[in-house]
């Protein structure tokens, strides 16, 4: 049958569909460049008190940054970041700074279970503006609501499993569950769509979201995360939770009833804190984790993958990053504070140089398009080892390296002492007594044992101790024991070393002789009743 001669059989351009698509590169290349131009530097290095908790405030001209460090929030504001001021929680450690929504007040809790309510943009004028005292723990959970401009509620949880929904200015609780979770309440967040969801993980593995329209009536919704849950994140949509534990974060669709989307296993030591971090060249967010093995991970969760990573020289407990997107702290377990900032503008300009390329209005001369490499053009025979084959091709595969073991190498060298002494240096009796073996083919075993000197002969008598009653080589190496005490007997007997293996080597053999006799009786027992059953 004639062939189809209306298209020609290699078309002159590829179709659309099949050229590869340059725009995920590109933007991978762009999200790693955006991060590599962050440039870290210690914030605070004092006494060796963990950095439990950073947070920046949602609404501020400048970065303000509140840490939770040893019996004092500290906070640092400013461009770069400069120390502000120290609010002292009554002598006890404090954890879990929390912003308001408009960033004027900030709330936080301590060892004792109290949660204490201060000024955040004017100095303080001495005690705490509220006082919320219904925990009997340390307070690990202190969120204020993020959606809705709610200024008056505050949600708590802690170690003692309670979990409290305060109206603030009254400081009495709307409601309180006492057994929220069966353990440790380590993670709260704040739904940013609505300001009265809110969800809490726990070291009892589970995660739970609470509605607080319907009070102390049980969770909306609860699933496990299968680790010890340190911390927990809404994403910006509302509708997916970000939690770490163990060294796993995993995202939830909790408008789906709790459905697993994707899990991230970057970290190799337990994931301590979530945060979002803003890019401010694209304004897309991604979510940053940071573990005890010093990494801060960036996750895009709109592709599920991740793009960069950060290395801190210490363990950290804590991560956030400011509004802008410009400023990027971590909290390490020895008290320094990891202060990562971008260059310069002229970075952000540069990348905008490359978006502004890629518009509908391009100066730019278009990049010339690559020949396409055809069967009939001398070229294609001269493809690099980078080129993949095709169908119909034929490849010719480089032979593999044999690697040759020392004694093998030595032996081509006509080196035989060498070669014995290294075959018995590495304990391998397969490749010992193959060299053994060879020399004595050769005619050069009885030259090399006549050479060895008494470290070499203590090897070779060991080797002769654990493998000579083997059954496999008994009979090649006590011939080659005997002809050893033949010929170096005079050195053993001047070295108390090679006594001792002797004296082993005797040992070993008489135990096996004994063995042998021992068989032979029950094989003289066992030959009788053997005959009898035949018949």
């Not at 001209?61 to 906070?75: C, Y």
Request: with cysteine.
């Amino acid at each position: 049958m004639a062939a189809d001669s209306s298209e020609p059989f290699f078309p002159a351009a590829p179709h659309q569909a099949l050229l590869p698509s340059r725009g995920a590169a590109a933007r991978a290349s762009l999200d790693g460049s955006y991060w590599r131009a962050f440039r870290s530097s210690e914030l605070v290095s004092g006494a060796e008190f963990p950095v439990t908790d950073l947070t920046f405030a949602p609404a501020a001209s400048s970065p303000t940054l509140a840490a939770a460090w040893s019996t004092s929030l500290h906070l640092f504001s400013g461009d770069p970041l400069h120390s502000l001021r120290r609010i002292s929680v009554a002598g006890d450690l404090a954890f879990s700074p929390s912003f308001r929504c408009d960033g004027a007040l900030l709330a936080a809790g301590d060892k004792r279970g109290v949660v204490r309510v201060f000024r955040a943009d004017k100095p303080p004028t001495g005690a705490a503006l509220r006082t919320l005292r219904a925990h009997a723990a340390e307070t690990r959970v202190v969120r204020y609501p993020v959606a809705g401009g709610d200024k008056l509620h505050l949600i708590t949880a802690g170690d003692d499993a309670l979990l409290t929904y305060w109206d603030v200015p009254s400081e009495t609780p709307v409601f309180t569950v006492p057994v929220a979770h069966r353990d440790y309440i380590r993670g709260g967040a704040a739904s940013p769509a609505d300001h009265n969801i809110f969800a809490t993980g726990s070291y009892d593995r589970s995660v739970k979201l609470w509605d607080a329209r319907t009070g102390n009536s049980g969770p909306s919704l609860s699933f496990s995360h299968g680790e010890l849950v340190e911390s927990v994140l809404f994403l910006p949509s509302g509708g997916l939770l970000a939690t770490a534990g163990g060294n796993v974060v995993k995202i939830w669709d909790v408008i789906g009833g709790g459905r697993l989307v994707h899990s991230v296993e970057s970290h190799v030591k337990t994931v301590m804190a979530l945060a979002l971090g803003k890019m401010a060249t694209t304004g897309e967010t991604r979510l940053l984790s940071a573990g005890i093995d010093g990494y801060v991970k960036c996750f895009d969760f709109g592709k599920l993958k991740m793009t960069h990573s950060l290395r801190h020289p210490q363990p950290l407990l804590s991560v956030a990053c400011s509004p802008c997107g410009t400023v990027l702290v971590a909290g390490s377990a020895k008290g320094k504070i990891y202060m990562s900032k971008r260059k310069n503008k002229a970075v952000d300009d540069a990348d905008e140089d490359k978006r502004a390329g890629n518009g509908e209005i391009d100066w730019a001369s278009p990049e010339p398009e690559k020949p396409v490499l055809r069967p009939n053009y001398y070229r294609y025979f001269l493809r690099g080892q980078n080129e993949k084959a095709k169908e119909g091709d034929f490849v010719i595969e480089k032979p593999k390296k044999v690697k040759i073991a020392e004694h093998d190498k030595l032996l081509r060298k006509f080196t035989h002492k060498g070669a014995l002494v290294s075959a018995l240096a590495k304990y391998n009796p397969r490749s010992a007594v193959a060299v053994m073996e060879e020399l004595v083919a050769r005619r050069k075993l009885v030259r090399s044992i006549g050479n060895l000197d008494m470290d070499e002969l203590g090897l070779l008598l060991e080797f002769l101790r654990r493998n000579a009653t083997l059954p496999r080589y008994a009979r090649f190496l006590l011939g080659v024991a005997n002809k050893v005490l033949e010929m170096r007997g005079e050195d053993i007997r001047s070295d108390e070393k090679l006594r001792t293996h002797v004296r082993n080597l005797k040992r070993m053999v008489g135990e096996e002789i004994q063995i042998q006799h021992t068989l032979l009786g029950i094989q003289g027992m066992i030959s009788p009743m053997l005959a009898l059953a035949f018949r």
